[in-house]
């Protein structure tokens, strides 16, 4: 009875089974574990809650992260957004800036308009008045007198001698020292023709570069004995050539930029040049060395030098500039003399007048100027007059031989003459259709020479009349064809 009441405590009842089958946690092995649990609840409770905190500050860590980069996102995008208005607000102040400027600039170009539209008013009331009297012109130019002045101290009377075409824009026209022959410089040639017969009588031609690319010729000048033409082109040499013999005599190389202007020396052992380069140079014509270069990169022409003259004495060099001034040069040593300035714009042409008292100058900015020259008197040259009376571009210049007249060439197709006593315009010659782009007077008679952007050259002779009443003669001598520049 014993042994079978021990077998039965050992093994769990039916009952039991199925209670602790129902209810795993309590009594047995379940009841010891929950005592152990219940033994170690406030550790682990602890450590839970250390876990918890832990995830927190890490979540809360990673979100002020993602907050400290977005705020560092919209601060740059407000900075851009900043940076874009400022702009914005610039670009508004400057195109109100603009229309003011546009709005200034329309009530002038009205002003001018409305005046010359009364100034051709009058010049037609005056013409049905009194009928032109002048019988100088033909069928592609004539000559006509300022409406302003009728009452004119001499008339001009002009003949037009020669046109000579060309095959391409005529740059540059010159005469020889006894008037006998004048050149022209175009596209890659110079030519050199009979002055009384009109007659070609020599060609030069320089060789095309080995890149084909064609260029101009620039200017020419006859030498003081007549036997050579010096030309300048935009390939940056000075050539020299014997007229009788048509031949290539020598090169001066030292420019690095196109030759614009050269003229020699009264005894023709030297000659001088102007140049894009910013320089003008000295050259002894038998050896072909640069003596030196006038002035400084201080003291010499901050743009392209595009005018030389020399003076009569051959004591000074007259260099004109892009840089708005014209600076006086000694010849005996380069040094700068003086610097003239008073242009508002590019100086395209020099030349000295015959008595040596009168420097003119001829600008971009529509206007010549005539510079009083005070050698050897230790005051500094003045402006005396400023010729004005062009339209637009005055590139050429020139003076008669007795001083008396300024001849300039310009954008607007004209021929001017002036007074240089006085500077009063006289007459206005209209004879090419395009940018008179040089004139030349003969240092013997009255002969002129003109070259155009129309492809011609052309020679001209006038003779000065006795003082007489002038009507007027035709409009203010401005052509109604259409400019080809």
């Not at 048509?246 to 614009?260: A, E, N, P, R």
């Not at 400023?386 to 007249?405: E, I, M, N």
Request: net charge negative; with cysteine; hydrophobic share 35%.
């Amino acid at each position: 009875g014993h042994q079978g009441k021990g077998v039965t405590s050992v093994f769990p009842s039916r009952g039991e089974r199925a209670r602790r089958e129902m209810y795993p946690q309590a009594g047995g092995a379940g009841a010891a574990t929950g005592t152990a649990g219940a033994g170690a609840g406030p550790a682990g409770a602890t450590a839970a809650a250390a876990r918890k905190g832990a995830e927190i500050l890490e979540t809360l860590k990673q979100e002020y992260e993602a907050l400290t980069h977005d705020a560092g996102t919209y601060k740059t995008q407000k900075e851009e957004l900043e940076h874009q208005l400022r702009q914005q607000l610039t670009e508004v102040s400057n195109m109100q800036n603009a229309l003011t400027l546009l709005e200034r600039t329309h009530h002038k170009v009205k002003q001018q308009y409305e005046q010359e539209v009364a100034s051709l008013r009058k010049q037609i009331d005056h013409l049905q008045q009194h009928p032109a009297v002048s019988p100088d012109g033909g069928p592609d130019w004539f000559i006509g007198y300022p409406v302003a002045s009728p009452q004119l101290t001499c008339t001009l009377r002009m003949e037009l001698l020669h046109t000579l075409a060309h095959q391409s824009v005529v740059c540059c026209v010159c005469f020889s020292e006894d008037g006998k022959f004048v050149a022209t410089g175009c596209n890659r040639s110079a030519f050199v023709y009979d002055v009384e017969t009109g007659k070609q009588t020599a060609v030069f031609s320089p060789p095309l570069p080995e890149d084909g690319k064609e260029f101009f010729i620039r200017t020419a000048c006859f030498s003081p004995d007549g036997q050579y033409l010096a030309t300048g082109a935009e390939d940056k040499l000075i050539r020299l050539w014997n007229i009788a013999t048509g031949q290539l005599q020598t090169s001066l190389v030292g420019h690095d930029g196109d030759i614009y202007s050269i003229v020699f020396s009264h005894d023709g052992k030297n000659l001088f040049s102007g140049s894009g380069d910013k320089r003008a140079k000295m050259w002894e014509v038998d050896t072909g060395k640069c003596t030196f270069t006038m002035g400084d990169d201080e003291e010499g022409p901050k743009e392209a030098a595009t005018a030389v003259a020399l003076s009569p004495d051959g004591s000074v060099l007259a260099v004109g500039s892009v840089d708005h001034a014209v600076r006086l040069f000694e010849t005996s040593n380069g040094g700068l003399l003086e610097r003239l300035e008073g242009h508002a714009d590019a100086v395209y042409s020099v030349v000295f007048s015959q008595d040596g008292k009168t420097l003119a100058s001829a600008s971009l900015d529509h206007t010549v100027r005539l510079w009083d020259l005070q050698s050897g008197t230790g005051q500094p040259t003045r402006c005396r007059t400023t010729l004005q009376g062009h339209k637009d571009y005055v590139v050429s210049v020139a003076f008669s031989p007795d001083s008396r007249w300024v001849v300039s060439g310009s954008k607007d197709r004209s021929v001017q003459f002036w007074e240089s006593s006085t500077g009063a315009p006289h007459a206005t010659l209209q004879g090419h259709s395009n940018t008179v782009i040089s004139v030349a007077h003969s240092r013997v008679g009255a002969c002129l020479a003109t070259g155009s952007g129309d492809f011609r050259a052309r020679v001209w002779r006038y003779t000065v009349d006795a003082p007489m009443e002038l009507s007027v003669t035709h409009l203010n001598a401005v052509s109604d064809a259409p400019s080809e520049t």
